[in-house]
């Protein structure tokens, strides 16, 4: 059995790198022959939702919004939720 030359290593290797980048390369085959009609109300609302960082505006007004959406309506539903707990029988006096 003889041996491969480090040369011949390389070339090896290179080949089979460069047989696995170009089966990389290869591009994906697209479903583009179906007939697909767009449904408007969708085009619509991905419209809008890509302008959403554009149009939002961050002023004194904004603040109490913010506020209520993210520590007023959970700090809600964990009270609602824990008083509903501690009424049942089985969840009584645990910790949430």
């Not at 390369?25 to 085009?43: A, F, L, T």
């Not at 809008?48 to 993210?70: M, V």
């Amino acid at each position: 059995v003889k041996k491969n030359s480090r040369g011949q290593r390389r070339k090896m290797l290179s080949r089979i790198a460069s047989r696995a980048t170009a089966v990389a390369r290869r591009p994906q085959r697209r479903w583009g022959s179906m007939d697909v009609k767009k449904n408007s109300h969708v085009e619509e609302w991905n419209g809008k939702r890509e302008i959403t960082e554009k149009s939002f505006e961050f002023d004194s007004s904004t603040i109490p919004w913010l506020l209520g959406t993210c520590l007023l309506f959970p700090g809600f539903v964990f009270i609602w939720t824990s008083d509903e707990l501690n009424k049942k029988p089985e969840f009584k006096g645990r910790t949430l």
